[in-house]
């Protein structure tokens, strides 16, 4: 029976930390109007998406750790081209959430970079959620990032988007049972016909109402445009707390204390 549990959750879930990223269908973005937007990168191949929310830290998918030391690029649209716009910095520190133990549940990590993002125009932080309430189903959120346009397809060297729905949690609670957890993650659907997230596309943001609301996590393995299956995002206002507590030092002061104690 553990075999099979183990089986089908290999079936199902979607965890791409090194693989190519992007968005089905949607549209390119126009250039560097989403400036908070990352791209992973190991050894010059985007990765994983994340989020710039402090000039020294990006916010992402644990699962985007891999096996290579990450490069963080900002100020990008055309991820190989060398835009004068980009900026690329390394990872000093990574901080996986600490209860992160698999590839799917409490799935957000911290890069804090080696040296302070220079903030311009192509370049910008974007603000944490204030409040962790309840996110409505039917609200209309834009996902983005680079890669794969479809399943198994080339990936995109521009930046794309497309608008997705949210959902109702006892409906993605239906379908992904004990790997939906309704208090930290958030699920979606599409707006249109075959939109929306895909493999790799870990790390990056969904925005709804011009915040970012969840990180992207994990959707149905090697058919990402099934519309039976949601895809489903880290709710950041659920990690904020723990978000901040790294980027104010606390936490390591805290793990420390209790290493020495």
Same mark, same amino acid.
């Given at each position: 029976?553990?075999?099979?549990?183990?089986?089908?959750?290999?079936?199902?879930?979607?965890?791409?930390?090194?693989?190519?990223?992007?968005?089905?269908?949607?549209?390119?973005?126009? =250039?560097?109007?989403?400036?908070?937007?990352?791209?992973?990168?190991?050894?010059?191949?985007?990765?994983?998406?994340?989020?710039?929310?402090?000039?020294?830290?990006?916010?992402?998918?644990?699962?985007?750790?891999?096996?290579?030391?990450?490069?963080?690029?900002?100020?990008?649209?055309?991820?190989?081209?060398?835009?004068?716009?980009?900026?690329?910095?390394?990872?000093?520190?990574?901080?996986?959430? =600490?209860?992160?133990?698999?590839?799917?549940?409490?799935?957000?990590?911290?890069?804090?970079?080696?040296?302070?993002?220079?903030?311009?125009?192509?370049?910008?932080?974007?603000?944490? =959620?204030?409040?962790?309430?309840?996110?409505?189903?039917?609200?209309?959120?834009?996902?983005?990032?680079?890669?794969?346009?479809?399943?198994?397809?080339?990936?995109?060297?521009?930046?794309?988007?497309?608008?997705?729905?949210?959902?109702?949690?006892?409906?993605?609670?239906?379908?992904?049972?004990?790997?939906?957890?309704?208090?930290?993650?958030?699920?979606?659907?599409?707006?249109?016909?075959?939109?929306?997230?895909?493999?790799?596309?870990?790390?990056?943001?969904?925005?709804?109402?011009?915040?970012?609301?969840?990180?992207?996590?994990?959707?149905?393995?090697?058919?990402?445009?099934?519309?039976?299956?949601?895809?489903?995002?880290?709710?950041?206002?659920?990690?904020? =707390?723990?978000?901040?507590?790294?980027?104010?030092?606390?936490?390591?002061?805290?793990?420390?204390?209790?290493?020495?104690?």
């Amino acid at each position: 029976m553990i075999l099979y549990q183990l089986l089908f959750l290999l079936q199902l879930l979607s965890v791409s930390g090194a693989s190519e990223s992007s968005i089905v269908g949607g549209k390119e973005s126009k =250039p560097h109007s989403r400036p908070y937007m990352v791209s992973l990168q190991i050894d010059g191949r985007h990765v994983c998406g994340g989020l710039l929310i402090r000039k020294d830290f990006v916010l992402t998918s644990a699962h985007c750790r891999g096996s290579g030391k990450l490069m963080v690029v900002l100020g990008a649209h055309h991820i190989n081209k060398e835009e004068k716009s980009q900026q690329r910095i390394p990872v000093a520190d990574y901080h996986a959430h =600490p209860k992160y133990t698999n590839k799917y549940d409490y799935d957000v990590m911290l890069l804090k970079l080696e040296t302070n993002a220079v903030l311009d125009r192509s370049v910008k932080t974007i603000g944490l =959620p204030k409040k962790n309430g309840q996110i409505a189903a039917n609200i209309k959120c834009i996902v983005a990032g680079w890669g794969m346009t479809a399943p198994q397809m080339n990936s995109s060297n521009v930046l794309r988007e497309a608008t997705v729905l949210t959902q109702f949690n006892f409906e993605c609670k239906n379908i992904w049972s004990e790997y939906f957890y309704g208090d930290h993650m958030i699920c979606t659907h599409s707006a249109k016909k075959k939109a929306g997230i895909c493999q790799g596309d870990s790390g990056g943001p969904l925005i709804c109402n011009g915040k970012p609301q969840g990180i992207t996590s994990y959707h149905k393995a090697n058919d990402c445009d099934n519309p039976n299956f949601p895809h489903v995002f880290m709710k950041i206002a659920f990690f904020a =707390p723990w978000i901040r507590s790294v980027m104010e030092g606390k936490e390591r002061v805290a793990q420390v204390t209790a290493e020495e104690g």
